[in-house]
C-alpha cells in the first residue's frame, strides 16, 4: 500500500538547521512531483517548497528563499528538505506530498519547533 513517511523533526534553537526526510513507497516515485506544506497552530497548511519528478525544477515559498533546500534520491525513493537559518515562525507541523494528474498522496507529518 502507500505509505509516505516523514521524520527528521524535532526541537532546535534559531538559527539552527533541521533536514527532513520523506520515504515513500507503494507508487512509482520517479513519476511523482514532490512538495513540502507546513501548518503552524491555527494557521492555514501552506507550501513550503516543491520539486519536479526529475529534480530539474523546484520552487520556494518566499519566506523559505535561500534558507531552505529540496532535494530528491530517485533511487531511494526520499525527498529532502534541508532547512538553515530556522526561525520561530518556522514552527509548525511540515507535512510530505506526493502528486500526479490530481492524484494526491500525503504523509502524516513531523513536528519542528524552533525555540531557544
Known amino acids: 500500500q502507500v505509505q509516505v513517511v516523514e521524520s527528521g523533526g524535532g526541537l532546535v534553537q534559531p538559527g539552527g538547521s533541521l533536514r527532513l526526510s520523506c520515504a515513500a513507497s507503494?507508487?512509482?516515485?520517479?513519476?511523482?512531483?514532490m512538495s513540502w506544506y507546513r501548518q503552524a497552530p491555527g494557521k492555514e497548511r501552506g507550501l513550503v517548497a516543491a520539486i519536479s519528478s526529475t529534480g530539474g525544477s523546484t520552487n520556494y515559498a518566499d519566506s523559505m528563499k535561500g534558507r531552505f533546500t529540496i532535494s530528491r534520491d530517485n533511487a531511494k525513493n526520499t525527498v529532502y528538505l534541508q532547512m538553515n537559518s530556522l526561525k520561530p515562525e518556522d514552527t509548525a507541523v511540515y507535512y510530505c506530498?506526493?502528486?500526479?494528474?490530481?492524484?494526491?498522496?500525503w504523509g502524516q507529518g513531523t513536528q519542528v519547533t524552533v525555540s531557544s
Open positions: 506530498k506526493a502528486a500526479q494528474f490530481g492524484r494526491d498522496y
Open positions: 507503494g507508487f512509482t516515485f520517479n513519476r511523482y512531483a
